[in-house]
Each structure stands twice: as C-alpha cells, then as structure tokens.
C-alpha cells in the first residue's frame, strides 16, 4: 500500500487494520483509480473489491463539502450494510467523513431527514436512490465517484432500469468504477453504455490458491 498516493491517514489506518500488502485485484484497480481512471474490478468473492473502490473514494473526498460526492450502489440491503461498515472502518481516522445507507424496505423519512443534514458518501440500493432522486430528497449534482458493485447480481435482480435512472442524474464528468464477480455479455454493454475508457483489472481465479 506505501507504493500509493494515499493520504497519510488512509495509511496509517490500513496497517491499523492488519492489511499487510494489496490483494491482487487491489494491487490492479487502486493505481488507476487513483489515477481517476474509470475500471472495470472483477475478481471473485472475498478478494477485496471492496477496499479497493473505498480508498478510491476516500483519497479524493473533501470533507468540508457535505453534498454528497460518491455514490455506491450495490443488490441487496445485506451488501449494502457491509460496505457502509466497510468504508467506516477504512475511514475511521479521516476525521467526519459521513456515510449514509439507503436502502429499501427501511422507514423513507428518517432516511429524508438524515440527507438533509448532509453526508459525503452514499450507499444503497437502487430503488430506493432512485425513489430519493424522483423527490428531490437527494441530489448527485456534486458526485465525482459512481460504484456499482456487484453489477451481475444487481441486474440479475432486474435493477436495470433504475441503475440507468440514477446514471442519467449524475454529473457526465464522473469516475465510474464497476465491480463484479463475472462479466456477462449484458455487464459488458453497461460499461459500453456507462463508462469512459475502462481500464479492466481482471483477476482469473485459478483451481487452488486463486490469485
Ligand atoms: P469482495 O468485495 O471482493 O467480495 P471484500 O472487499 O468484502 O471482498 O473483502 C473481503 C475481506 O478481506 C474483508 O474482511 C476485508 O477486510 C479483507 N481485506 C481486504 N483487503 C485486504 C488486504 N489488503 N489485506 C488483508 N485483508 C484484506
Ligand atoms: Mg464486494
């Protein structure tokens, strides 16, 4: 990790956190996102997705603009959990970053009334972000960093047409980052559709030790 640009909290927390060199699909997808490139990450369950997309996002927030500056959609209310916890801990001694989760089949106005107050990065799922864009309760107008994560499961569980909605209200000089675990032809015409001159980090998972 002490090969990237990252800023000496990020560091510091890595190693707090027992993370002892990158993962291969972070030691291809972190040089170019932080470079501000849009990628492609697809390596299996487990391989550290994840932190690579989170230092990505983090490195680049700036903490006293509370408009909402990264958006991190993912399948299911689970996931998206998981990665809220996941980029709280990643953030843990970058003072104030907000992280909000949006996700449905939770109470819509404590969520309305939490965007009021402001957060740096938003997590959720897709119909809910989507029904939030449609009122107004919350606006992308400042994002810099997209994420779909797990971008087969989540059109496998038919979130096509709201993942589209939410791009169209998204600024066009975004960073895209997709993350998934394979690359069906359907994924693929997405990030044809979605993405600006993808950079692919691909990690083949071998039969024994993987990576
Ligand atoms: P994925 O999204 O690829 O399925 P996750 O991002 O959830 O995987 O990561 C899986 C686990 O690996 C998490 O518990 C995370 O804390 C851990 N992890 C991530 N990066 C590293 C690293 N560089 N060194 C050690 N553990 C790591
Ligand atoms: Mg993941």
Not at 40 to 58: E, M, N, P
């Amino acid at each position: 990790f002490s090969s990237l640009k990252l800023q000496p909290e990020l560091l510091k927390n890595i190693e707090s956190l027992g993370y002892v060199k990158m993962t291969p699909i972070q030691a291809q997808s972190l040089p170019p996102i932080l470079a501000g490139k849009d990628v492609i990450g697809q390596a299996k369950t487990g391989s550290g997705k994840t932190a690579a997309f989170g230092l990505g996002i983090l490195e680049q927030l700036n903490v006293r603009n509370t408009r909402v500056q990264a958006l991190v959609l993912c399948p299911t209310r689970e996931l998206a959990d998981q990665v809220s916890n996941a980029l709280r801990r990643l953030a843990r001694m970058c003072p104030n970053v907000k992280v909000l989760t949006l996700c449905g089949g939770m109470p819509y106005r404590p969520q309305v009334s939490s965007l009021g107050h402001g957060a740096h990065v938003v997590v959720g799922t897709p119909g809910r972000i989507a029904k939030h864009l449609r009122t107004g309760s919350l606006n992308l107008g400042s994002l810099r960093v997209l994420v779909l994560d797990e971008g087969d499961r989540m059109l496998k569980m038919g979130f096509q047409e709201e993942v589209d909605a939410i791009i169209a209200k998204t600024p066009e000089a975004r960073q895209t980052l997709l993350f998934s675990a394979t690359y069906p032809r359907e994924i693929q015409s997405i990030a044809e559709k979605v993405m600006r001159d993808p950079v692919m980090a691909k990690v083949e998972s071998t039969h024994d030790s993987g990576s």
